[in-house]
């Protein structure tokens, strides 16, 4: 058996005085598909960090076969120091890599390599740092996040392009599919130990469930042990003490034993503040309309949405989603039809991209409103202190900015701001983003108990799966449709999933028609069939190959000493070596050229 390409054993790290790993270990063999798993704040990030070598443990070991290629994308990649996007991918590769590549992956994820870094939201700036990790196709990947701020078309790409490449991967995602489609194995952090399952994430929740269980059955075992030794203390000690004390220390390891145990970490209390019901219906929409310059967002969309229903909304990134959900809800007027929503509605809105979120105001500060240190959650008051427990908030979090705290804990943080709303209308932009497993798990349950009606924007084909009652998706030029049932139903009804909007590009400038009767002779230009990449390709593809052959007639040159051999053995194999690298340069080139011509004039 091989031995593992990366190996981190007995790993211990602590921040700020609290233990975060306390003997974590990570073994990723050639080509292995590894998931990393666990709560919010269990170290998820931080192992995989040290596992990259940008974190250093207090102690343990980490070893990387030497040699091999290792590329790692960070959840916040930092774009600052280059002058494009391009210059930013490009950076990352080294000799021997496709020098093409990275620009055709910044294509494919809707970026033209042009863009200053300094200028793009979190969602460029994370595609960016995706094409980047790729490009290189190294021997082990390490992947937190990968498919945040991505939309449907490009977590599907995405998995595809994974499943296509030969690296080990190492995986922390919150989208349950995603981890289903691509994981083989899965290394579970909890209270600061791993587990590692030779099985796919598709197994994981009931093996975790299985050693809970086992860990009770245990420590039950453990406190019936120390109850029969403190019976034995109270009337088995007489004058056989001395010869006893053994049993005594055993009972003082027994006390310890229990009192240090770690228990699982619970689970969240999500409970929605509901409001008088509402009417039956609750939004209908005739014929609506929307367009943006010559563009068309929505056309002439109708639907009725009752309560109780749970309507998903899905399309690329772009497509309209946001502009839909904002006219069904009235906070938007159609340009034509007309929108009535139903008697007695009280919205409460999610958002998840947390705009109206204060990062200088502190935890306690978000959940009350600001109103001393109670929170109103309907009619009824409740300390803040006790609130933050049921979202698995530590009271020293209390007086945190919300700025420090992680992703996931702010979602919960604006997950327990909304529901402490009365509602009977709950509008959910991303409500997946940064939860983990286990709250994502009690949301769900929340919504499929919720009598009030849902309308949910989310790129998370299983939270849909689960949740919603229909689905409505982007067919594309502005055209939505409604089908019944969860994301998996309408791909069956639809036969394909969500496709990637197109870009739509300017018009090139039109030329006046010169005065009388004259008529040009140049035939008008065959619209090209390549991108613009393959077009770049298509016309530096010739200067590369040249620039190869003249390496390639130097080193020929070098080889044509009939003494090189005898003089410098090491420097004829090395030469050897550079003809056969350039001459597999030079053939793939010159067949990609080929290619690529053949198109261009088909």
Not at 95 to 114: F, I, M
Request: with cysteine; hydrophobic share 35%; proline share 4%.
């Amino acid at each position: 058996m091989a031995p593992p390409l990366l190996t981190l054993r007995d790993v211990h790290l602590t921040f700020g005085g609290t233990p975060l790993l306390t003997g974590a270990e990570l073994s990723v063999g050639e080509g292995e598909r590894l998931c990393l798993v666990g709560r919010n704040g269990s170290g998820k990030s931080t192992l995989l960090k040290i596992a990259a070598g940008f974190v250093e443990m207090d102690s343990g070991e980490r070893f990387f076969q030497p040699g091999r290629t290792l590329r790692y994308l960070p959840q916040d990649p930092d774009l600052s120091a280059y002058a494009s996007t391009l210059d930013y991918v490009n950076e990352g590769l080294t000799e021997g890599d496709d020098p093409y590549r990275g620009a055709y992956l910044l294509e494919v994820l809707g970026l033209k390599g042009t863009e200053d870094p300094k200028a793009l939201s979190g969602g460029e700036a994370r595609r960016a740092a995706l094409a980047r990790t790729l490009a290189p196709e190294p021997d082990v990947l390490l992947l937190d996040e990968p498919t945040n701020h991505l939309d449907l078309p490009a977590i599907e790409w995405l998995e595809d392009e994974l499943k296509g490449l030969k690296s080990a991967l190492v995986l922390i995602s919150h989208d349950r599919r995603f981890l289903e489609n691509l994981s083989r194995s899965t290394v579970w952090i909890d209270r600061g130990i791993s587990r590692r399952l030779d099985k796919g994430f598709a197994h994981f929740e009931a093996w975790r469930d299985e050693v809970f269980e086992q860990e009770e059955i245990d420590q039950q075992k453990l406190a019936q042990k120390i109850k029969r030794e403190e019976h034995w203390m109270t009337y088995g000690v007489t004058a056989r003490r001395k010869r006893n004390m053994r049993r005594v220390r055993e009972l003082a390891d027994l006390r310890k034993q229990k009192r240090e145990h770690r228990g699982p970490q619970g689970t969240a209390k999500l409970s929605a503040t509901e409001a008088e019901v509402s009417g039956k219906l609750v939004i209908e929409a005739r014929t609506i309309s929307k367009t943006y310059g010559e563009r068309t967002i929505v056309k002439d969309f109708s639907s009725r949405i009752q309560r109780g229903d749970r309507v998903g909304f899905v399309g690329p990134n772009g497509a309209g989603k946001t502009t839909l959900l904002k006219m069904l809800t009235g906070e938007l007027q159609p340009d034509t039809g007309s929108t009535r929503l139903g008697t007695n509605l009280e919205m409460v809105t999610l958002d998840q991209k947390r705009e109206n979120l204060d990062l200088t105001d502190t935890l306690a500060s978000v959940l009350t409103g600001g109103r001393g240190d109670m929170v109103v959650i309907g009619d009824e008051t409740k300390h803040v202190m006790s609130y933050m427990k049921d979202f698995l908030f530590s009271p020293e979090q209390a007086r945190t900015p919300v700025g420090v705290l992680s992703g996931g804990e702010r979602a919960r943080a604006m997950l327990a701001r909304a529901l402490a709303n009365k509602s009977n209308l709950m509008v959910l932009d991303e409500p997946t983003n940064d939860l983990d497993l286990e709250t994502l798990d009690l949301l769900q349950e929340l919504l499929a108990d919720y009598p009030g009606t849902a309308l949910i924007v989310s790129h998370d084909r299983d939270f849909l799966d689960r949740v919603a009652t229909s689905v409505i998706v982007s067919e594309g030029d502005g055209v939505w449709r409604e089908y019944a049932g969860g994301y998996s139903d309408m791909l069956a009804q639809r036969g394909e999933g969500v496709t990637a909007r197109k870009v739509e590009k300017a018009a090139p400038a039109k030329k006046e028609k010169p005065s009388g009767p004259a008529v040009s002779s140049e035939k008008p230009q065959k619209k090209s069939k390549l991108s613009f990449t393959q077009q770049h390709l298509l016309k530096t593809l010739p200067e590369e190959i040249e620039k190869l052959e003249a390496k390639l007639e130097a080193l020929q040159a070098e080889m044509n000493d009939p003494q090189l051999y005898v003089k410098n053995p090491d420097k004829f194999a090395k030469i050897s070596a550079q003809i056969t690298e350039l001459t597999e340069k030079k053939d793939s080139a010159e067949e990609q050229w080929l290619e690529l011509e053949m198109l261009n004039e088909g």
